[in-house]
């Protein structure tokens, strides 16, 4: 396991080598600890791209997890601005691709990044919820998914993941810089993918877009163990 201050230490070294070194690391760290099961593979073998993924959020590995499976898709993930400012889970922002935001705020300029990649042609996978789970079940998602799925209009795929608050659990004090790596059987279930709901007649802009903010996280719902489902169980 590596500690804060190796982390550190591989931070002040030339960018080549902190990627080679941090891809090195994080493969022998999910090689030791992540037992992964992939559900619904076949789901993305008939994805052309350019999608949205969307997954809930459980720990700080869940984008190390899904950059592994989705490694085919190439996927830009969607990070807070905290990750870069650690040594530790900066590590894991060197070899995945990410695109910054500041979560609860208005970040105009980061979700204008995010649809310029869209409508680039690339994906992206985003955490609607915004922030890990500390219950380890579901949130309440934010908007800024709907903003970003009517302005580029491409398919949305939900993805579920579960194990992975054990994997790497969110230090009590929260600092993530302290958070540790445990063994943990990994689920990771990949949905159909879904239009953004259109809204109905009559219905005002509260009403729609809690509707379809809804069903697309019940989307997501369907796909893990009842124990995760959180605020979206039927």
Sequence with gaps: MISPKMAKLISYMPDSFVKY????????????????????????????????????????SDALILNKVLEAQDVTFVAGVKLSENATTNLG???????????????????????????????????PEGTRSRTGSMIQAKKGILLIAKVTKVPIVPIGIWGTEKLLPIAKDGDMASEKFSYSKIGVSIGDAMEIPKRLQGEDKV??????????MKEIAKLIPEEYKGEYKD
């Design 93 to 127: 922002i060197n070899i995945i691709k990410t695109t910054p935001v500041r979560p609860n705020t208005a970040d105009k300029e980061g979700i204008e990044k995010i649809i310029k990649i869209v409508k680039g042609g690339g994906n992206i996978l985003l955490f």
């Design 207 to 216: 009403q729609y877009e809690t509707r379809a903010l809804n069903t697309m």
């Design 21 to 60: 070194m941090s891809k090195a690391v994080l493969n022998h760290i999910i090689k030791k600890y992540a037992d992964i099961n992939i559900y619904g593979g076949e789901n993305l073998k008939s994805i052309k791209g350019p999608v949205i993924f969307i997954c809930n959020h459980l720990s700080n």
